[in-house]
């Protein structure tokens, strides 16, 4: 049976209890966190993982050969065994750094910088978040190349037709978020990937905002790189990893120098070690990925098919009950999307709504949320994002409601 598939649902009411900070109280009202799209909440199992770690096994990985050394080798490469399991990929295509920033900046810098030239085009899409822009950016300029942009449409989903027609010749590589961070839209990566590789074109594939959503199978998407960030996953921060093609991986040089990442060094020059230990130099974040392991084993228990379930019967819920409210301005209504709402009341600023909401316990993002291009095309500075997980509850949502409509009566 694959690690994320389980026949029955959890108790969802026992889930929420394995989350401590869940339990808080916020300006003397229960906490309602509607944020998991910015960074999700701990279980107990991966805080308890984190901090047994520092308190039995505390030692430097594949430096020493006394117990300690050996106990957090183990545990360290045990977590990139478990989280290559969970998206269906090798352990030794799986580098493991600091998150998605790190890892879409590793394909800029190993894989794009030396390879691009004048007259090369990279596309990516409107409704990318940042990290998947500021790099292809950096690397167009020093290279020559240029950046195309893939454009949406009105509900925000990606126009595919013109996304294909963009896809000419000139184009090297295609960055796309699997997920949209803002609008929730679920892009179908398999199928243009599948159409990108038949016209030979790289494809990087931001996987933030799926990994802790949905069930991953990424060899079946078919892409050349995806990037995952554990701190939205359950795990900690300062947690994430590249998935990457053996044959990309072998040919790219390191991104970085120093201990790890290397067979033998003098001083006529140095060998380099195999993927994807030659992208990991010195000491990575050990307890840190202990703690992501436990949070794989966590979603895995759970099975991820259920997760998504959760989430989308809790997204359907707030959807309806916020289409009620007068003067409610929803972006993106994709067919398929993850349990992400952004949203405006007219005549109010995104800020203030976040701000009030806050004193009535409610915890939402308010901003632009990494993605300036997206947010410009829409017309707006800002929004307020409502995003969901599984340990979210249908009660939850509509003290959410409730605290809004008294926001928006303040407001007038």
């Known amino acids: ?18 989350f401590p900070l869940l339990e808080r109280r916020v300006h003397g009202k229960p906490l309602i966190y509607l944020d998991s799209a910015n960074t999700g909440q701990k279980p ?43 998206l269906g990929v090798r352990a030794d295509e799986l580098v493991l ?72 010749p000139e184009v090297k590589l295609l960055a796309l978020a699997h997920v949209s961070n803002v609008l929730g839209t679920v892009n179908p990566v398999r199928e243009i990937c599948r159409e990108a590789r038949r016209r030979g074109i790289v494809t990087v594939i931001d996987g933030s905002q799926a990994a802790p959503h949905r069930p991953l199978d990424i ?34 040089p390191p991104f970085l120098g120093g201990g790890e990442m290397i067979r033998e060094v003098s001083f006529d020059g140095t060998v380099f070690n195999d993927g994807p230990h030659k ?9 840190g990925f202990v703690g992501l392991g436990a949070a794989v084993d966590y979603l895995s228990a759970l099975g991820m098919e259920h997760v998504e379930a959760r989430e989308q019967a809790l997204l359907a819920h707030a959807t309806e009950a916020l289409s009620v409210i007068d003067g409610v301005r929803v972006f ?10 952004s949203f405006l009341i007219d005549g109010a600023h995104a800020h203030d709504l ?5 004193l009535e316990g409610v915890a939402i993002r308010s901003g632009q949320h990494c993605a300036h291009p997206l947010l410009q095309w829409f017309g707006v500075a ?14 939850e949502i509509d003290r959410f409601i409730a605290a809004l409509v008294k926001v928006r009566r303040l407001l007038g």
């Open 354 to 358: 976040a701000t009030l909401l806050d």
């Open 279 to 287: 992208f990991e130099a010195g000491t990575p974040n050990i307890a």
């Open 44 to 86: 107990a199992a991966v805080i308890e993982a984190t901090d047994d770690f520092y308190r039995r096994h505390n030692a430097n990985v594949s430096r020493a050969v006394h117990a300690l050394g050996t106990e957090a080798t183990d545990a360290y490469e045990g977590a990139r065994r478990k989280l290559a399991a969970f």
């Open 219 to 252: 060899a079946a998407i078919g892409c050349d790189f995806y990037a995952i960030t554990g701190h939205k996953m359950c795990g900690p921060t300062g947690t994430g990893a590249l998935w990457a093609r053996r044959e990309h991986l072998a040919a790219m």
């Open 332 to 341: 993106g209504a994709a067919r398929e999307k993850a349990a992400v709402l």
């Open 97 to 168: 750094c600091s998150g998605t920033t790190f890892a879409i900046n590793l394909v800029a810098y190993s894989w794009a910088l030396p390879r691009l030239k004048p007259g090369d085009a990279i596309v990516v899409s409107r409704m990318e978040h940042h990290a998947n822009i500021v790099p292809w950016q950096l690397v167009a300029e020093r290279t020559g190349a240029t950046i195309r942009v893939a454009e949406i449409t009105p509900d925000g989903e990606l126009d595919i037709d013109a996304l294909y027609r963009a896809l000419t």
């Open 382 to 395: 800002a929004t307020c994002r409502a995003s969901f997980a599984f340990y979210n509850t249908h009660e």
């Open 1 to 18: 049976m694959n690690a994320q598939a389980r026949s029955q649902a959890p108790d969802w009411a026992a889930v929420r209890r394995d």
